[in-house]
């Protein structure tokens, strides 16, 4: 995951840090002076979705650190799994199975008309 660090707003003058995660998912910020920063995440882990949401950290002076997804001094940004819907099932077999039974009885008929003209 690629996540961008920025200073008040998010904004190309305000950006001040890029980082991207490992295999363990964490990233690390240090030497950051008291304030508000915005965090994003630009890039997702593959078969997980992009969080399109903007996470907003303040540090007190005192070096408290708060914010929606903040637990302790840990930021959470949670990407959901990408999950395909599944295709096909029961409800296309029976619109085949019914198209062949038309085709059938159509085929039938044929054969029996065909007969019928032919015997006149």
């Not at 998912?25 to 002076?33: K, R, V």
């Not at 914010?67 to 930021?75: D, F, R, Y």
């Amino acid at each position: 995951m690629l996540i961008w660090l920025y200073r008040n707003t998010v904004a190309d003058a305000n950006l001040i840090d890029t980082k991207t995660t490992g295999t363990t998912g964490i990233i690390t910020f240090s030497g950051l002076a008291d304030g508000t920063y915005k965090v994003v995440e630009t890039a997702a882990p593959a078969n997980y979705a992009l969080n399109s949401k903007v996470f907003t950290v303040t540090i007190a002076a005192d070096g408290t650190v708060s914010g929606a997804e903040v637990s302790g001094k840990i930021l959470t940004v949670p990407d959901p799994k990408v999950v395909l819907p599944n295709t096909g099932g029961t409800g296309t077999l029976l619109f085949t199975i019914g198209g062949i039974a038309l085709i059938a009885g159509a085929a039938v008929l044929f054969v029996i008309y065909r007969k019928k003209s032919s015997s006149k």
